[in-house]
Nanobody, 117 residues
Framework: QVQLVESGGGLVQPGGSLRLSCAAS????????MAWYRQVPGTRRELVAA????????YYAEFVKGRFTISRDNAKNTVYLQMNSLKSDDTAVYYC??????????WGKGTLVTVSS
């Protein structure tokens, strides 16, 4: 049974930082490209960042380039997202999943990030 448990979200002021974690089970974690997505209620979920199965070749959406860093620990089946210089536009629910996961597939509950003064 697939489980993706995101954590680390919260309320942060503009310019602040957060580190998100996602613990995965029930999937071949070390064999998959993992990704972080985000969704604002009423809008489509969008890809934020992705990292290959060995922790290299990171991809970042243009709107987070230079501010966010994705990493993974295959020994812990965990993927991380370090978010710096946060902006109000980064406010969303953040999810992790395999790259290319569709809306019909399993998704965790996500973790809410609110950037506000």
């Amino acid at each position: 049974q697939v489980q993706l448990v995101e954590s680390g979200g919260g309320l942060v002021q503009p310019g602040g930082s957060l580190r998100l974690s996602c613990a995965a089970s029930g999937i071949n974690f070390s064999g998959n490209v993992m990704a972080w997505y985000r969704q604002v209620p009423g809008t489509r979920r969008e890809l934020v960042a992705a990292i290959d199965d060995r922790g290299g070749d990171p991809y970042y959406a243009e709107f987070v380039k230079g501010r966010f860093t994705i990493s993974r620990d295959n020994a812990k089946n965990t993927v991380y997202l370090q978010m710096n210089s946060l902006k109000s536009d980064d406010t969303a629910v953040y999810y992790c999943n395999t790259l290319g996961a569709t809306p019909a597939e399993y998704w965790g509950k996500g973790t809410l990030v609110t950037v506000s003064s």
